[in-house]
């Protein structure tokens, strides 16, 4: 099955109050992991490869890695480029077979975002490429993004209308309370999405699908797990599953998830090699981190985005 762009999938999820799981890879097990579950969950998929990610293993890799996935699993999917922070690695993506690129000009003006974006989109739209976009600055620090919390900024529903319309972009990715990493919140802080900002981009932007960034859910029972093996990330906090279930209900069609992969993939390889001391070949604690993928993009797919049995035939 060919990689598709996500225009289509999108109007299906907004339409049908579902969200598609955007998930970042790096690597082969990442890849087939997140292919397998959403085999046997029947849910559509997007797989994500930030700048970091193609500096780490190369746009030509990780784009056929996924190919080949999609091609033997037969999934509907999407190759997106994460976070692309320039007009020129969007085209490089493109030539290289993303059916789906971000452009984030979300550090600069509004105006000089607004140029940049639709740069991107004039590029894309003759290539029959999504492009998406960004309002609004999430904190955190994840990969190749940071921003310290003083420099956050949650999105203007008001800029909404006029950023899609001079751009022309497909979706936006907005700042309402999520955070890159796995320190989202502080450790007296109460998770809080700001859903009174989504409901106003809703009405300002009937039918348009939104993006939520940062949206792990950092599973408290992975990190006590973490913890035993000396992993030092004490007061790791993630935004809540049923905020996110809600979200995907609205506008939200694609909801992005990096650390709670990283998490679940480095706790398989610290059990393996605890309980299998003798053993040191890679394919073991690699096939253990594979495993640990596919069940955690299960999950989601089932609890929190709502797309099982939603891939289209």
């Known amino acids: 099955m ?17 969200a598609i799981g955007a998930f970042n890879v790096c690597n082969m097990e990442t890849v087939q992991g997140i292919a397998e579950a959403c085999k046997q969950a029947q849910s559509p998929i997007i797989f994500q490869v930030s700048p970091g990610a193609q500096k780490y293993a190369g746009i030509k890799y990780l784009a056929n890695l996924v190919k080949i996935a999609v091609d033997k699993t037969g999934i509907e999917a999407a190759l997106h480029l994460d976070h692309g922070n320039s007009f020129e690695l969007c085209k490089t993506c493109i030539e290289n077979g993303f059916t789906s690129v971000m452009i984030d000009g979300s550090s600069l ?10 740069k991107v989109v004039d590029y894309a739209r003759n290539k029959n490429i999504s492009v998406e976009s960004e309002l609004g600055r ?6 190749h993004v940071e921003c310290p919390n003083e420099h956050s900024l949650f999105t203007d529903p008001e800029q909404v209308k006029e950023f899609v319309e001079k751009t022309g972009v497909d979706s ?30 809703e009405k300002i932007a009937p039918g348009f699908p939104i993006v939520l960034h940062g949206a792990s859910s950092v599973n408290k029972n992975i990190i006590q797990e973490l913890l035993k093996f000396g992993v030092n990330i004490s007061g790791a906090k993630g935004v809540p599953e049923e905020m996110l279930c809600k979200a995907a209900k609205m ?16 706790l398989a390889i610290k059990k393996f090699m605890a309980e299998n001391p003798e053993k040191f070949d890679p394919r073991g604690y690699f096939g253990a981190a594979r495993e640990a993928v596919c069940e955690l993009v299960k999950n989601k797919i089932l609890n929190v985005l709502g797309s ?4 289209e035939p």
């Open 2 to 18: 060919p990689l598709v762009n996500t225009k289509f999938m999108f109007k299906k999820a907004y339409a049908e109050h579902y």
């Open 109 to 118: 003006e509004f105006d000089k975002n607004i140029e940049l974006t639709k």
């Open 138 to 143: 999430l904190q955190g620090v994840e990969d």
């Open 172 to 201: 936006l990715a907005i700042a309402i309370g999520t955070s890159h990493g796995v320190n989202k919140f502080g450790p007296d802080t109460v998770p809080d999405l700001k859903f009174d900002i989504l409901k106003k981009i």
């Open 251 to 266: 506008s939200v069609c694609k909801i992005n998830i990096d650390s709670d992969l990283r998490l679940a993939i480095t």
């Open 308 to 311: 099982f049995k939603k891939s």
